[in-house]
């Protein structure tokens, strides 16, 4: 079944400062894509970055990078300079791609960061 | 302008009352999901469509139902059964069947209180 992990309730992190939420994952599809999304305190829903199961390199979009460690199923992001702006609730979700569960994404509880500054 | 748009955004119903949350999108996008947020909680998913005449259920897909008619509508209807329906209701949407590798795009939400 899936399953994603965020250990992190919480998190501060002072401005320009690079910050890691972290995501842990469990899946029997070898097929799976690995999606982060932030959602402000407005509760709008925006995407951040996408990593696929079988991309070789690690994705990045401008300051945010994602850490992706396919043996130890984590797929942590990586916030660099953080700003102000990016005091929010950030989101970690999976979408399998075959099987009887093709198409289905699952959130984790997510991680409240805030940037002190 | 190209997006998802749920309505009411704030809905209020009395207990006993079946409560229905409209979810329209014009991103010609096959799949469709209903989310549930509860306060400072991540988000779990009701039901879920990736095409047209069909949808399945999700991790809490009790008190709930669905329809899916039209490939741009997702209704989600709460029905009396639903023992604590007070929440934060997303509707979301993502790219073509089988291209699972494209992000969701989300409403802006619905919040439910029972009264």
């Known amino acids: 079944a899936q399953k994603i992990t965020q250990t992190q309730p919480g998190m501060f992190v002072q401005e320009k400062e690079a910050v890691t939420l972290d995501c842990t994952y469990d899946?029997?599809?070898?097929?799976?894509?690995l999606f982060w999304y932030k959602q402000p305190s407005s509760g709008e829903m925006i995407f951040l970055i996408y990593?696929?199961?079988?991309?070789?390199q690690n994705a990045t979009e401008g300051r945010y990078s994602l850490n992706f460690q396919k043996a130890r199923k984590s797929a942590n992001l990586v916030i660099s300079a953080s700003q102000l702006g990016d005091s929010a609730m950030y989101f970690c979700?999976?979408?399998?791609?075959?099987?009887?569960?093709?198409?289905?994404?699952?959130f984790g509880d997510g991680t409240t960061l805030t940037v002190k500054p | 302008d190209g997006g998802i748009t749920q309505s009411p955004k704030y809905l209020f119903r009395k207990e006993g009352q079946n409560v229905t949350l409209s979810c329209e999108q014009n991103?010609?996008?096959?799949?469709m999901y209903w989310y549930r947020q509860d306060p400072g909680q991540g988000l779990r998913l009701i039901y879920y469509?990736?095409?047209?005449?069909?949808?399945q259920k999700g991790d809490i897909a009790e008190g709930y139902s669905v329809s899916r008619e039209k490939k741009e509508s997702f209704p989600l209807t709460v029905t009396s059964a639903q023992k604590n329906p007070t929440a934060f209701y997303l509707c979301?949407?993502?790219?073509?069947?089988?291209?699972?590798?494209?992000?969701?795009?989300f409403g802006q939400g619905t919040r439910l209180t029972v009264v």
């Open positions: 469509s990736q095409i047209v005449n069909d949808f």
């Open positions: 979301a949407s993502s790219g073509r069947t089988g291209m699972w590798n494209t992000e969701a795009f």
């Open positions: 990593q696929g199961s079988y991309d070789q």
């Open positions: 991103l010609n996008h096959d799949a």
């Open positions: 899946t029997s599809d070898p097929s799976y894509g």
């Open positions: 979700a999976m979408r399998e791609f075959e099987g009887t569960n093709a198409g289905k994404s699952t």
